[in-house]
């Protein structure tokens, strides 16, 4: 069966300090992968998704990126973190092939920008 | 452009009475999903359903049903006899172009004893 791991589950940073969240999936092949931003009170945004390694599509300009280094590896990282970085963060699967595919979800990493 | 709109902003009932929560979507395709995800208070999303465009039949699972109406655009979701281990926040969501969901802001929903 697939499982969908994220790290760190729960985080603090200064303001302008780097960050590193890594998500990774296993059990299956060639996923599709996705970025989620949950603010305080807010719905999920989607902030990054990629269909291949070294496929990124940003839907949001910030100052986030990420990176697919591996086929099931997907990392969200910044260089100076802005106090309105703070929040929930998901990362999500779905099957490659067909379009419309339901997401599957990780654990989430909560990320506290003091 | 899609949209996914949960007027509810929190439902409170008690325990084993029957409680809906709304959804409503636009979208300018004919081929679209509709999705409903719970979200425990650990924060994890947990899939309950998927419905594509062209498949109006209502769904009933155990305690849970789903009416989808395309005359409204609404897809409702309707929990029978509800438990407290059921509250959570509850987001409907929308999939007409590629892989990206559009969510809505979701239902807080408090299942009290």
């Known amino acids: 069966s697939q499982t969908i791991h994220q790290w760190p589950a729960t985080l603090v940073q200064p303001v302008g300090s780097p960050l590193s969240l890594e998500c990774t999936v296993e059990?299956?092949?060639?996923?599709?992968l996705y970025w989620y931003r949950q603010a305080a009170g807010r719905g999920l945004q989607l902030l990054f998704y990629?269909?291949?390694?070294?496929?990124i599509s940003s839907e949001v300009p910030q100052n986030l990126s990420a990176s697919r280094p591996q086929d099931r590896q997907f990392i969200l990282s910044s260089k100076k973190l802005l106090l309105s970085d703070s929040g929930f963060y998901l990362c999500?699967?779905?099957?490659?092939?067909?379009?419309?595919?339901?997401?599957?979800f990780g654990p989430g990493t909560r990320l506290t920008v003091l | 452009a899609q949209k996914v709109t949960q007027a509810q902003t929190e439902i409170s009932v008690v325990e084993k009475e029957d409680v809906t929560l709304d959804c409503v979507y636009e979208?300018?395709?004919?081929?679209?999903?509709l999705f409903w995800y719970k979200q425990p208070p650990s924060g994890e999303l947990v899939f309950l359903i998927r419905?594509?465009?062209?498949?109006?039949q209502n769904e009933i699972s155990g305690r849970y049903s789903w009416n989808f109406q395309k005359s409204t655009s609404s897809f409702n979701f309707t929990i029978t006899a509800s438990q407290v281990v059921e509250s959570a926040v509850y987001l409907c969501?929308?999939?007409?172009?590629?892989?990206?969901?559009?969510f809505g802001a979701g239902t807080i929903l408090r299942v009290k004893s």
């Open positions: 990629s269909v291949g390694i070294g496929q």
């Open positions: 059990g299956t092949s060639n996923p599709n």
């Open positions: 969501a929308l999939s007409d172009y590629g892989n990206k969901l559009v």
């Open positions: 419905r594509n465009s062209f498949d109006e």
């Open positions: 999500a699967w779905s099957p490659t092939g067909p379009i419309y595919n339901e997401q599957f």
């Open positions: 979208t300018r395709d004919t081929t679209y999903y």
